[in-house]
């Protein structure tokens, strides 16, 4: 029997604060914009979120299905029937004009797929929806520390990315998302648009900042009463750690981007050797940044498989402080790996330090996964869609952490480095790893934000496609790389042809996942069942919150008596006990 | 102990000439053409079949218990441990071990990969959007050029090719080879996948590659040469690995190892010029890259095409109208950024100091067999080929050293050579 007391959906209880669903409506289109426009609600700022970064990744989504589309075919010189000479196998060619040849334009669709993806998308990604909207109430407080901070960082995401959108839509940039120099500075064909992305990139970490400072002062000070350290969620956790990374790591991309603004406005020529500058010191700014970002995206996905796993299993997770403290370990050592990107610009004594690094930070990565898959044991576990995702997370981030082992490792880098493997790698953990957690707390969480439910059945058949067509995609990647196919490439050798058709046909499968997924959604938020403050018997505060939650989050402030995994000692609240049995000998712990 | 086990790859890679392995054929789609190239593979085979060994565990754990402990309903989950510190400290433990071998191995192939022993072969090698110039030790440089695949010339069907053809830089068997690279503009890599190592390449400094490659077996292909015979050789596709704009993915390269002193006949061969004046003048375009932008049958490009070009009046962004006569191919070679063509970007570096002279009047003869608007007698004279005219061979013989001293840039011509049908050429 839970020992909270909140409101639970029902009749309504006296005394306590109550204020109705956040979403309800605060009568005619006119108010609620307003509502929305100005509130100071994490939940309703996780939403808004929520909505432009899966917008965002529709987007990024479209430029790489282009890059695939162009990829079918390498482009070929051949003598057609009139005797003339005409290249063929360019699909994106319709697009090319005076100032832009086929190969260029891939080049562009190239660059807006990483860098929509990575600045627009993940970054903001789980922490800025999800940990929004379920950091207070898994600590069982009313909102953030800073709320209006909150919509603060809210809108600078927005004011940054109409710069990066402006930019995209007006033909982009061709630079890759890493900008390196002197490339980024010498080409003049896109001087302003390469401006207004960098300033867009600029504006946005600035949002990434001030959420981060946020979630770290509202842990620090928030949780409920009982909630010490060690009774918080692994999801909080690794929101911590993500905002430790977020508010350190986030201003230097900042000096970076002026860096480049600046190099390119007033020629200051900080990376033009001509004027005693280094192209190779643009690298080391961006990667010192860039590869703490990494973590910033895939710890936030830890988090959110912590909490699926174990109550889609009805298990404590193995390992508790391990993973707690795995997370802050990942956290500090991922400032300390950035050369691992650059083994073939650098000296060796500096790639060999890089190397040793980078090895420290697999261990704690490697634990993690052991624990996750020890939390299995002699559960209970249910074949729904967020377990099926979580399960999924498994298998591919596995892979792609595997896979980071022959790059981490120099005389295999050598040949590897710049390749389709390293874009089948970072696939792996970035898509297989943070997207898939993301789709995996979506459903997890869906009927919690919005107070419905989804069907399970095309969501199982989203998840299938999604699942095979990832791998589909990805996995022959790792081949394509060894063989000998560099990243970035608009044609290629004949040999490859085969592997790029295979490839192409899995984003085919992707988008119709995700259409799947879209479709469902949507058929949820019309028509689906009203959802029950707890469906899966979770454990974690937010399942003592309505569903969708009061403005208020909780009627009353919450005491916590119990850890957030007891599942084999605590029934979970507002669901039938005869649904949740106790085994009859707790664990030794 | 730790000594021996650091000599299990070399022992292993005690037969250079077998023949590739299933697992070289599935990952790297043949073996690898060096010693380090093979000791390099031997780490990535161990840490691929470490990985698949925890991955398949991992996945048969997870799969297995997902079924065994799926949900029953009414039954409870029964109670077990949440933590359990041997097993912990173990799976910290034994990872632990292997990153170590990993990182130390790793960084002694690494060592091999990318450091020349003594006595190597030294040539430069220029990188630039978007394309590349190998200076050979006596200045000369190629002026062959292959299809850019990884068959042999003899697989290739000349109709249907993948995008434009290659220079072809010829090495000889079982020699150490130390290039010392340069950009001319922005980063550039130099990949040859066969031999599994890759360097950038940067404007501000000099970086340096190295290759010792296998000798030819009995199975490398034989190409008939009409000058020099038959000769068994290899090729091996270069390719750049680093974006550096448009036509990044158009810059390969291919090297051809062949007998030692096949590798000397061919380096004689360039270091003399030959052919007509136009012929020569191909060679020059060839050799800089020109028809990564330029194309000379009116296909459109980054850059005008010189179908017609010579001899006819031309749109300028300026707004001039300008007759491209010789001064003004000169002017657009040397100073492009002087007048930009309308329609078309200011995207054309100079070739001042890359181009000679000599080499600048023998391009502008090529060019001029490329336009109607020559008149006959300026072709005629297009065609003369001045060797001819000499007296004596005038072929630059064995200890050609006054070629040798030469600026920055190439001095040293060639003659067509074994170029393939499809290759820009006149008409």
């Known amino acids: ?80 029937a009139a005797g003339e000479t005409v290249t063929t196998g360019q699909r994106l060619a319709f697009l090319a004009n005076d100032g832009a040849t086929a190969n260029n334009i891939y080049n562009r669709a190239m660059t807006l797929h990483g860098a929509i993806m990575t600045f627009m998308f993940i970054v903001p990604g789980i922490p800025a929806s999800l940990g929004n909207f379920f ?29 990066a959108l402006a930019s995209a839509l007006v033909g982009g940039i061709d630079t890759g998302w890493t900008l390196y120099t002197p490339y980024s500075t010498m080409t003049d064909a896109d001087h302003w648009r390469l401006v207004a992305m960098v300033t867009g990139v600029f504006i946005m970490g600035f949002s ?66 001509r004027m005693g500058g280094d192209p190779v010191l643009f690298q080391h700014f961006f990667w010192f ?17 912590s909490e699926t796993i174990t109550c889609h299993a009805r298990k404590p997770i193995f390992g508790y402080r391990s993973v707690a403290f795995a997370s802050l370990g990942i956290a500090a050592v991922s400032f300390l790996v950035w050369g691992h990107h650059m083994f073939t610009s650098q000296g060796e004594l500096t790639a060999a330090i890089f190397s040793f690094l980078t090895f420290f930070v697999a261990v704690p990565t490697a634990i993690k996964v052991f624990n996750w898959i020890a939390t299995l044991y002699k559960g209970s576990i249910v074949f729904n869609t967020p377990m099926l995702y979580t399960l999924g997370f498994l298998f591919l981030f596995t892979i792609g952490g595997l896979t980071g082992l022959p790059l981490a490792t120099l005389s295999t880098d050598m040949h590897l480095h710049d390749s389709y493997y390293v874009v089948a790698h970072f696939h792996y953990v970035m898509f297989g790893g943070t997207v898939i957690a993301l789709l995996a707390g979506l459903h997890h969480w869906w009927p919690k934000i919005f107070g419905k439910m989804y069907a399970e059945a095309p969501a199982q058949i989203g998840f299938w496609l999604i699942f095979l067509g990832f791998n589909t995609t990805f996995l022959i990647q790792f081949i394509m790389g060894a063989h000998g196919m560099p990243r970035r490439y608009a044609s290629y050798p004949d040999e490859f042809q085969w592997m790029h058709v295979i490839s192409t046909v899995g984003s085919w499968m992707l988008l119709a996942g995700f259409l799947v997924h879209l479709f469902t959604f949507i058929h949820s938020l019309l028509q689906g ?45 507002h669901v039938d006990p005869a649904d949740y049995p106790l085994p009859d000998k707790p664990a030794s712990h | 102990m730790i000594g021996f086990l650091a000599n299990i790859p070399s022992t292993v890679l005690s037969a250079p000439l077998a023949s590739a392995s299933l697992q070289d054929l599935f990952w790297f789609g043949g073996r690898g053409y060096t010693d380090a190239a093979r000791q390099a593979d031997w780490m990535f085979m161990f840490i691929w079949w470490l990985s698949v060994a925890f991955f398949v565990v991992l996945m048969a754990l997870m799969v297995w218990w997902t079924f065994v402990y799926r949900r029953r309903k009414g039954k409870a989950a029964p109670a077990s441990p949440s933590h359990n510190t041997p097993l912990e400290i173990t799976w910290t433990v034994i990872p632990t071990i292997f990153f170590a071998v990993m990182f130390f191995e790793g960084f002694r192939g690494y060592i091999n990969l990318n450091y020349a022993p003594t006595g190597a072969i030294e040539a430069n090698l220029i990188a630039f959007q978007w394309s590349w110039t190998l200076e050979y030790p006596d200045g000369q440089i ?70 010792t490659p296998d000798a030819l077996t009995d199975s490398a292909p034989i190409m008939e040469d009409e000058e020099l015979g038959a000769f068994r050789y290899r090729d091996h596709i270069l390719l750049c690995a680093e974006y550096c704009g448009n036509d990044h993915s158009e810059m390969a390269g291919v090297i051809r190892i062949v007998p030692r002193d096949i590798y000397e006949a061919k380096l004689e061969i360039f270091g003399s010029p030959r052919g007509t004046l136009a012929e020569r003048g191909r060679i020059v375009a060839q050799q800089n890259g020109c028809f990564s932008c330029h194309s000379v049958d009116g296909s459109s490009g980054t850059g005008p095409t010189w179908l017609n ?90 200890g050609d050293v006054q070629d040798v001293q030469q600026p920055e840039g190439q001095e040293a011509q060639g003659q067509p050579g074994e170029t393939m049908e499809g290759t820009p050429s006149d008409g």
Not at chain 1, 141 to 157: E, H, I, Q, T
Not at chain 1, 289 to 305: D, E, K, Q, T, W
Request: glycine share 8%.
């Open chain 1, 1 to 80: 029997m839970s020992s909270l007391d909140t409101h639970s959906g029902s009749a309504p209880q006296l005394g306590g604060d109550h204020h109705g669903s956040y979403l309800t409506s605060k009568g005619g289109l006119w108010a609620d914009i307003t509502n929305w426009a100005t509130t100071v609600d994490h939940k309703k700022i996780g939403v808004m979120y929520l909505v432009a970064l899966l917008t965002l990744f529709f987007l990024g989504g479209v430029m790489a299905l282009a890059v695939r589309i162009e990829l079918l075919e390498p482009a070929r010189i051949i003598t057609n």
């Open chain 1, 135 to 163: 950091l207070p109430l898994m600590i069982g407080a009313k909102d953030v520390a800073f709320p209006r901070l909150n919509l603060g960082s809210w809108y600078v995401y927005v004011f940054g990315s109409l710069f």
């Open chain 1, 208 to 273: 990434s900042i001030m959420t981060g400072l946020n979630f770290v002062v509202t842990v620090h000070k928030l949780r409920a009463p009982g909630m010490g350290w060690f009774d918080m969620p692994l999801f909080v956790w690794a929101i911590y750690a993500t905002a430790i990374i977020q508010v350190l790591a986030t201003p230097v991309i900042g000096i970076t981007t002026l860096m480049l603004i600046f190099e390119r406005l007033f020629n200051f020529g900080l990376f033009d050797p």
């Open chain 1, 289 to 305: 940044y860039s590869h703490p970002v990494v973590y910033i995206m895939i710890l936030p996905a830890f988090g959110v498989i």
């Open chain 1, 529 to 573: 069942k009203p959802a029950g403050a707890n469906p899966w018997g979770g454990l974690t505060l937010e399942w003592h919150a309505d569903s969708p939650p009061d403005e208020h989050n909780f009627a009353h402030e919450p005491i916590v008596k119990h850890g957030p995994y007891d599942y084999d000692t605590v029934v979970p609240p």
């Open chain 2, 142 to 211: 190629t002026t062959e050029t292959a299809m850019k695949t990884r068959g042999t010339l003899a697989e290739n069907d000349e109709e249907n090719f993948s995008s434009k053809p290659a220079p072809v830089w010829y090495f000889p068997e079982g020699e150490p080879v130390l290039l010392r690279m340069t950009s001319r503009d922005v980063i550039h890599s130099f990949w040859i996948p066969d031999f599994r190592v890759k360097q950038d390449i940067f404007p501000n400094r000099y970086t340096s590659y190295t290759f």
């Open chain 2, 309 to 398: 070009l010579y001899n006819n009046e031309h749109q300028y962004t300026d707004g001039s109208t300008i007759l491209a006569d010789d001064n003004h191919i000169r002017e657009s070679v040397y100073i492009p950024q002087a007048h930009i063509r309308a329609g078309y970007p200011n995207q054309m570096v100079s070739y001042q100091g890359a181009i000679s002279t000599e080499q600048m009047g023998w391009l502008i003869s090529y060019m001029k067999t490329l336009s109607e608007a020559t008149t006959d007698a300026e072709l005629a004279a297009t065609q003369v080929d001045p060797d001819a005219e000499a007296s004596d061979d005038g072929q630059s013989g064995e």
